[in-house]
């Protein structure tokens, strides 16, 4: 396999990048292509987050992040009860500060 490889590099590599492409976009357009939090629908600012703040815990327990995390979520039927998708600022919020500002301020309107 060693020598395939190291005669294919370039091929293989291509070949990982584009199925990694392809199932993120999969896995994109079925949490609903947009940002929960705030609408946000460019692919490359999106990522999928873990309701529950657990992503942490996910990936040291069961190793599941980037295509790993990806091809569970297809494999399992994109379970929504524990993730969601969310632009990166919005993620990061949440994951700083507990609640996205969006979410603050939308609180803030209903009361």
């Known amino acids: 396999m060693?020598?395939?490889y190291e005669r294919n590099k370039e091929k293989h590599d291509a070949a990982t990048k584009e199925n990694y492409r392809r199932v993120r976009a999969d896995v994109i357009e079925a949490y609903g292509g947009k940002c929960v939090c705030c609408g946000e629908g460019t692919p490359e600012f999106l990522g999928i987050d873990h309701i529950f703040c657990d992503g942490g815990k996910?990936?040291?327990?069961?190793?599941?992040?980037?295509a790993t995390l990806y091809r569970e979520l297809r494999r399992n039927g994109y379970p929504k009860d524990r993730y969601q998708l969310l632009c990166h600022n919005c993620n990061q919020a949440k994951?700083?500060?507990?609640v996205?500002?969006?979410e603050r301020t939308r609180q803030s309107l209903n009361t």
């Open 95 to 98: 994951g700083y500060y507990r």
């Open 100 to 102: 996205c500002p969006h």
């Open 2 to 4: 060693t020598t395939w």
């Open 58 to 66: 996910e990936r040291r327990d069961r190793g599941l992040s980037g």
